[in-house]
T-cell receptor, first 115, second 111 residues
């Protein structure tokens, strides 16, 4: 199916463990983003990627690692999970640069709980 | 990136028009104004985007005055299903736009 999908939808992990959240899009969009949204708050940008093998930090990158070996995939790894990383994580993709009227498409989110 | 300011929350009733104003005093020449809608437990969804004057689609209208220092999202005849958080974003649509979200406006539509 076409679209952007995140997996898993829900994840519980323990403090100190490494966990990877997956994001896959079928449109071949150049830009992809990872956000976190804490309860009752807006979205904060963690990392973004302009193309395969090109990534850059957002507002809150500490404690996270990303990679983008293929255009369609943009995994987010928490190297050593902490309770403060309990949040809902959203992945998004966006059409290529310079297109007027461009919009971002978001996945359904991954609800991560660190205990 | 231009900083945006929106009301934290708004209440309305079914059938009414809802207008949400976003202030962006330091908007740049190449910045566009984009609005997203987010329902509970879902990712944000694009609503509308504009540069100046008025833009209308099947969901909403966007009014942008000549000085572009503010914009107003207008939702006509809202229903209960329009209860959501609405985000105003300002930035270039071209490369480098990091899509930075502010706190948004929580709109509650009452019966």
């Amino acid at each position: 199916d076409a679209g952007i999908t995140q997996s898993p939808r829900y994840k519980i992990t323990e403090t100190g463990r490494q966990v990877t959240l997956m994001c896959h899009q079928t449109w071949s969009h150049s830009y992809m983003f990872w956000y976190r949204q804490d309860l009752g708050h807006g979205l904060r940008l963690i990392y973004y990627s302009a193309a395969a093998d090109i990534t850059d930090k957002g507002e809150v990158p500490d404690g996270y690692v990303v990679s983008r070996s293929k255009t369609e995939n943009f995994p987010l790894t928490l190297e050593s999970a902490t309770r403060s990383q309990t949040s809902v994580y959203f992945c998004a993709s966006r059409v290529d640069r310079g297109v007027v009227g461009t919009e971002a498409f978001f996945g359904q989110g991954t609800r991560l709980t660190v205990v | 990136l231009a900083k945006t300011t929106q009301p934290i929350s708004m209440d309305s009733y079914e059938g009414q028009e809802v207008n949400i104003t976003c202030s962006h005093n330091n908007i740049a020449t190449n910045d566009y104004i984009t609005w997203y809608q987010q329902f509970p437990s879902q990712g944000p969804r694009f609503i509308i985007q504009g540069y100046k004057t008025k833009v209308t689609n099947e969901v909403a209208s966007l009014f942008i005055p000549a000085d572009r220092k503010s914009s107003t999202l207008s939702l006509p005849r809202v229903s209960l299903s329009d209860t959501a958080v609405y985000y105003c974003l300002v930035g270039p649509v071209a490369a480098g736009n990091k899509l930075t979200f502010g706190g948004g406006t929580r709109v509650l539509v009452k019966p």
